[in-house]
């Protein structure tokens, strides 16, 4: 399975892509898609739009995955704007018919630092060991898509494993 790890957002979107087959993870590839704040917004949202449909067409993933909407009461713009980044990435979804896999920042967490309120540091840390990374990634928006694509990895090889366990032996 190829997974597309992506972490919206309007000046810099971050995303990688990993291989998980045999219970095994593969490293591919990871960058960032930036924009200018000078740009106008419709300008922005088009070039991240244009930039994973291209990601989705040359990689040609399973699967792409973002981490859920979360809104701080404080900071009510900042969620309008992630959410419209978020939207041009489901819209690929739709488009390219990928399906779309959310989790919550802090299952993320658990799953690769071991605990739901790790630090970023200790996401980059862990990511780099899980994918055997000689260094750490530049960017916490490549690490934070990387670690999407870990936690669904998880997931799917948890669902292999009770499927495998659940089958009977004649």
């Known amino acids: 399975m190829r997974i597309l790890g992506v972490d919206p957002a309007l000046t810099r979107t971050g995303y990688g892509v990993v291989d998980f087959k ?7 590839e990871a960058g960032v898609v930036t924009t200018s704040s000078r740009q106008a917004i419709a300008e922005r949202l088009d ?3 244009a930039a994973v449909m291209r990601l989705a067409s040359r990689t040609k993933p399973d699967v792409i995955v973002i981490e859920k909407l979360f809104a701080h009461y404080r900071h009510p713009t900042t969620a309008y704007l992630l959410g419209q980044a978020r939207g041009v990435i489901c819209l690929v979804c739709a488009e390219k018919n990928i399906p779309l ?3 919550a920042a802090t299952r993320v967490k ?3 630092v071991g605990r739901g309120l ?6 980059q840390r862990m990511v780099a060991n899980i994918l055997n990374l000689n260094k750490l990634p ?3 928006d490549v690490t934070d898509a990387l670690a999407l694509a870990i936690t669904h990895s998880y ?3 948890l669902r292999e494993r009770k ?3 659940n089958q009977k032996v004649y």
């Open 22 to 28: 045999k219970n095994k993870l593969s490293f591919l």
């Open 47 to 49: 070039k991240i739009h």
């Open 101 to 103: 896999i959310e989790y």
């Open 110 to 112: 658990k799953a690769v």
């Open 118 to 123: 790790g630090s970023k540091l200790q996401v």
């Open 138 to 140: 530049k960017y916490t």
């Open 155 to 157: 997931d799917v090889g």
């Open 163 to 165: 499927l495998n366990f």
